[in-house]
């Protein structure tokens, strides 16, 4: 499927949002515009959080994005930190090898040293 095996990485996003339907939404959007910076997949997960309780205020959804082009990682946290700071009550953790950067609205537009850390832990 890939061409260089050793070169892939994947990432688990965790998206939340205000209810279920907010959550669905906001995953279907990301997932369109991360296909558009040339990501080599970006999936629904199989394996998603259990059914939320009645009263929970925040639902989670995961996307798995697989990378084959090392280059492209700056470019899709670039892109997840602006469409983050388009939406509201919204936020998304990317994953990679037990390594987390959480992005919400609150704080995205302050987060690029914590980003450029995270980018550079991942070659490590």
Not at 52 to 61: E, F, H, M, P, Q
Not at 114 to 120: K, R, S
């Amino acid at each position: 499927m890939y061409k260089d095996q050793e070169h892939v990485r994947k990432f688990l996003l965790q998206v939340s949002a205000e209810d279920e339907f907010e959550t669905d939404h906001a995953m279907r959007s990301l997932r369109q515009e991360l296909l558009e910076v040339d990501v080599d997949s970006a999936d629904f997960s199989s394996s998603s959080s259990p059914p939320l309780a009645k009263g929970d205020a925040i639902s989670i959804g995961e996307l798995v994005v697989v990378l084959s082009n090392s280059a492209i990682i700056t470019a899709m946290i670039d892109l997840i930190r602006t469409w983050v700071a388009r939406r509201k009550r919204t936020k998304v953790i990317i994953t990679y090898k037990g390594r987390s950067l959480e992005i919400s609205d609150l704080d995205a537009r302050e987060s690029q040293k914590v980003i450029d850390a995270f980018v550079a832990e991942l070659d490590q």
